[in-house]
């Protein structure tokens, strides 16, 4: 297969699939323009993207994509909707970034309560300033917060927990380890929290959930670390609190309108302000998490390359809802039989869905299982055909 | 009365005002300003975290009788000095430990993220998220001890929860579950992708981490100090920084930091771009404070009570060795024998000689015992009925 891969990704990844044959077109600079030039002039079956956007016009580029893997959790920077008009499988890696996000979260946690950012900078700037640094709480007793408990959250749990931290978490299905309370109410874990961590995607019940409500209910000199998606925060609502409230601290990996450049000058005023320390978007940029995506991701061309098909753990965008009826037809083996069978179902008022065509040994029966909607007796139309031997709806 | 001359856990502070003891607290004391202030109120007890107590501050009160670390290394205390006046020297162990090893992690964290230049980088309005493409990350990496004391132990149980793989080596080997013990610093030096040191400082290991040492880790590897600047050669370090450009290290403690809380002060290593230093701030959480100050409480109120200092806390007590003669007498009998050891033994007292002899006046006898303890056994002897008479000699 020819593949195109986008962003930085592991050597030891590439090696693999050139390694099993396929083109491997690699150039971590490509984006916008440039990426919908590479996709036209190459035409891939398979694109690998890690933060790089992949737009309907991206897509558009290429009519020969039949995969875009996102070598990460979440995929909001991939046009989804679009890929699933034009049947390309959009695949990702969940889970693999996690051991890296939930380091870089307690490295944020941990680099607040010493304040080990000012530290540095004081430090390089040639100057002590000891005293500075007398009110640091330290982290044994007190205790964190998780919204949200999948991946990342339960690796930081385990690693708040051997800190001697006291760990709660609120989540939709009370998911819970051992040592780790599950509080019912988001509003129990602000309260309670002395540092709260966010830990959920980017969808429409999260876009925006950290507003005044949700600030105005931690503790005055709380500390909100985000991990996740910037999109989560209600930007204007945190430096409002931020001047209101002179205790409280946000440690984040993502702000809004972060550029999509690797290098430039940029602005934000949470990213300017005094009781904010960020990073640069890094949360999954370890060579071990690297090194984990890179092996899903060439396990996902693996399995495309053998079967045509992506594995429902990876496969974001398949149709999620069941057929309410299945058609089982068993027929003699024709070159007609596979046209006729649906199109004798489709002209009998049926909408299709996802079907499976088996044969048995010696490749002289057919079975066909079609899932879909309409009315049961198109049963009886199928008998009428000569090569059918039998069908069923239930 | 208690002179505190180091931030301290109010609390504390408190729990002994509370008992009716007198405390004077001013955090800011050091240098002539201490020695003046100790001359003028001649305190009984000096607390100190890591302010200097040197000759010339133990000579400016004549009522001193015991320096108490709010810490554990006593390193910047003249104990040999204390010693030969007779004054107990006391610390607390392990209390800190909680403190030092959350930012021995931090800064482990902090190096192999690069989060300090992140935050830098962000406070000037600049954006560079290519430069920290090449992290590592901790999980499956190699942590080598120095050293497996209270701290080390600490740090120990937190690498292991971010899956990392520990190594080990101590004088006395510690079997710890998922830490692996090697025979040799060396063996560590061989293995570790990040050395952290956990030794006090001592002649034994002032200077340890020289070229040699160097030169037996790692090309990319980091070193991680959260023990004493005396540990390194710091010339040798600079030079190792130098030649090998993918060494880190991440450093709580450099050499001749300044005694003021607040001033410009460069250091060579502090100003490296691959050095990442706080500003020995390894025991500076509130929790560590509570716990200390809990401590450092504990051992006055008992010396002030009873005049003891407990084994663990007592660090010159091998030094310090008074010799008193106890005289005691008594009727004659196993009843009166059997009062005056139990108490004594209940009393921590030490015994290294014993003289009986029988008394002119019928049915009692007289014990002269040599040895150490509090002072006030004299009263605690004389309440009994088998006990005619107990004096100091």
């Not at chain 1, 897509?59 to 893997?69: G, R, T």
């Not at chain 1, 920077?77 to 693999?96: E, F, L, R």
């Not at chain 2, 450099?254 to 706080?278: F, M, N």
Request: with cysteine.
């Amino acid at each position: 297969m020819k593949i195109l891969i986008a962003d930085l990704f592991s050597p030891a990844g590439i090696n693999t699939l050139e390694e099993q044959k396929h083109e491997v077109i690699y150039d971590k600079s490509l984006s916008g323009d440039k990426l919908n030039e590479a996709l036209s002039t190459h035409q891939p079956d398979v694109l690998i993207v890690r933060s790089t956007k992949v737009p309907a016009e991206a897509i558009d580029s290429n009519a020969n994509l039949a995969v875009i893997i996102r070598a990460g959790a979440g995929y909001d920077t991939i046009d989804v909707a679009h890929a699933s008009t034009k049947g390309v499988y959009v695949a990702n890696c969940p889970g693999k970034n996690a051991t890296a996000v939930a380091e870089l979260t307690m490295g944020l946690i941990i680099s607040i309560d010493r304040r080990l950012g000012e530290n540095y900078k004081l430090q390089k700037e040639g100057k002590w300033r000891k005293g500075m640094f007398t009110k640091c709480l330290g982290l044994k007793g007190r205790t964190l917060g998780l919204i949200g408990f999948g991946n990342i959250a339960q690796r930081v749990a385990s690693r708040a927990l051997a800190f001697e931290m006291n760990v709660l978490t609120f989540n939709r299905s009370g998911k819970t380890i051992e040592g780790v309370t599950a509080v019912g109410t988001i509003d129990e874990l602000l309260t309670q929290c002395d540092i709260v961590s966010l830990h959920v995607p980017n969808n429409k019940d999260t876009k925006g959930m950290v507003n005044k409500e949700f600030l105005e209910k931690m503790k005055a000199d709380g500390v909100l670390i985000n991990t996740a998606r910037g999109a989560a925060v209600v930007e204007e609502d945190l430096v409002a609190h931020l001047e209101s409230h002179e205790k409280f601290w946000f440690g984040t990996d993502v702000l809004q309108g972060e550029p999509s450049e690797k290098e430039c000058d940029w602005e934000h005023p949470l990213g300017m302000h005094p009781r904010v320390y960020g990073s640069h978007h890094i949360g999954a940029s370890t060579i071990q998490s690297e090194n984990e995506i890179g092996q899903e991701a060439v396990r996902i061309c693996e399995v495309f390359a053998s079967t045509g098909s992506v594995d429902n753990e990876n496969w974001v965008n398949r149709e999620k809802s069941s057929s309410k009826q299945t058609i089982v037809v068993k027929a003699k083996r024709t070159p007609e039989v596979y046209g006729d069978v649906f199109s004798v179902i489709a002209k009998h008022g049926w909408t299709i869905g996802e079907s499976e065509a088996l044969l048995c040994e010696g490749g002289a029966a057919l079975i066909l299982k079609i899932g879909g909607e309409g009315p049961e007796d198109v049963a009886a139309k199928l008998l009428d055909h000569e090569s059918v031997l039998s069908a069923s709806v239930s | 009365m208690f002179l505190i001359c180091d931030v301290f856990s109010q609390e504390g502070i408190r729990s002994l005002t509370e008992d009716g003891y007198e405390v004077v607290y001013n955090k800011d004391l050091a240098g002539d300003g201490l020695v003046e202030e100790v001359r003028s109120l001649q305190p009984e007890v000096l607390v100190v975290r890591s302010t200097k107590v040197t000759k010339g501050v133990i000579d400016a009160s004549s009522n001193l009788k015991v320096i108490i670390r709010a810490g554990a290394g006593t390193d910047t205390i003249d104990v040999e000095y204390a010693t030969t006046q007779g004054i107990y020297v006391a610390n607390c162990p392990g209390k800190n430990a909680t403190a030092v090893a959350e930012l021995a992690m931090g800064l482990i964290i902090s190096i192999d993220r690069r989060l300090a230049e992140n935050y830098l980088f962000q406070k000037q309005g600049k954006w560079r998220k290519g430069i920290f493409a090449k992290c590592l990350g901790l999980k499956g990496r190699t942590l080598g001890l120095i050293g497996f004391g209270n701290i080390s132990q600490k740090v120990a149980q937190r690498a292991l929860a971010f899956e990392m793989k520990v190594v080990a080596y101590d004088v006395i080997q510690k079997d710890t579950e998922g830490v692996q013990f090697v025979s040799s610093i060396d063996e560590v030096l061989e293995i570790a992708d990040i050395v952290s040191l956990h030794v006090p400082n001592l002649p034994t290991t002032k200077g340890m981490v020289n070229a040699e040492f160097l030169n037996k880790m790692k090309d990319n590897a980091v070193l991680i100090n959260t023990a004493r600047g005396e540990l390194i050669n710091e010339e040798d370090l600079a030079v190792h920084l130098e030649t090998n450009e993918n060494f880190w290290y991440g450093t709580d403690v450099l050499k001749g930091e300044p005694s003021s809380k607040e001033c410009d002060w460069e250091h060579p290593l502090a100003l490296h771009p691959r050095v990442y230093g706080s500003h020995h701030i390894g025991a500076s959480t509130k929790q560590a404070e509570a716990e200390i100050g809990e401590e450092v409480v504990r051992i006055g109120k008992k010396f002030k009570e009873i005049g003891i200092i407990d084994d663990i806390n007592h660090v010159n007590k091998s030094m310090l060795k008074k010799n008193y003669t106890l005289v005691i007498r008594a009727k004659n009998g196993t009843k009166s024998l059997a009062d005056i050891y139990t108490t004594l033994e209940d009393n921590q007292w030490d015994i290294e000689k014993t003289e009986s002899t029988p008394c002119k006046s019928e049915g009692l006898f007289l014990l002269k015992i040599l040895g150490d303890g509090p002072r006030n056994i004299e009263e605690k002897l004389s309440s009994f009925e088998s006990i005619e008479e107990v004096s100091f000699e």
